[in-house]
């Protein structure tokens, strides 16, 4: 069983930064897609970012292109997203999640197909 825990949420203003990190248990981390989710109070889970461990391909949502970044360090077995110039928008629950390595863009972007998840971490985005 993997454990994926997060932190690194809080609360900042429109305009800062935060980094969110993902502890997995497992050392076979490298070998597992990692993926970025949020949900935010009343809506669906839409996906955030990924980054497949075959082929270092990172994904975004369109929404946080060019101001999300996601990482990973297998040999602490730990993923990260560097989200940059937040704005109220982005307020939600951010959760990491891992899957097996895939080919398909769709999958990847698909949460109902993530087999581990962490607990979340809050992110609250003020004006």
């Known amino acids: 069983q993997v454990q994926l825990v997060e932190s690194g949420g809080g609360l900042v203003q429109a305009g800062g930064s935060l980094r969110l990190s993902c502890a997995a248990s497992?050392?076979?981390?490298?070998?597992?897609?990692v993926g970025w989710f949020r949900q935010a109070l009343g809506t669906e889970r839409e996906f955030v970012a990924a980054?497949?461990?075959?082929?270092?391909?990172?994904y975004y949502a369109n929404s946080v292109k060019d101001r999300f970044t996601i990482s990973r360090d297998n040999a602490q077995n730990t993923a990260y997203l560097q989200m940059n110039n937040l704005k109220p928008e982005d307020t939600a629950v951010y959760y990491c999640?891992?899957?097996?390595?895939?080919?398909?863009?769709?999958?990847?972007?698909?949460?109902?197909?993530?087999?581990?998840w962490g607990q979340g971490t809050q992110v609250t985005v003020s004006l």
């Open positions: 497992t050392r076979t981390f490298s070998t597992y897609t």
């Open positions: 999640a891992v899957r097996p390595a895939s080919n398909s863009d769709r999958v990847i972007k698909l949460w109902t197909t993530y087999d581990h």
């Open positions: 980054l497949s461990w075959n082929n270092g391909r990172p």
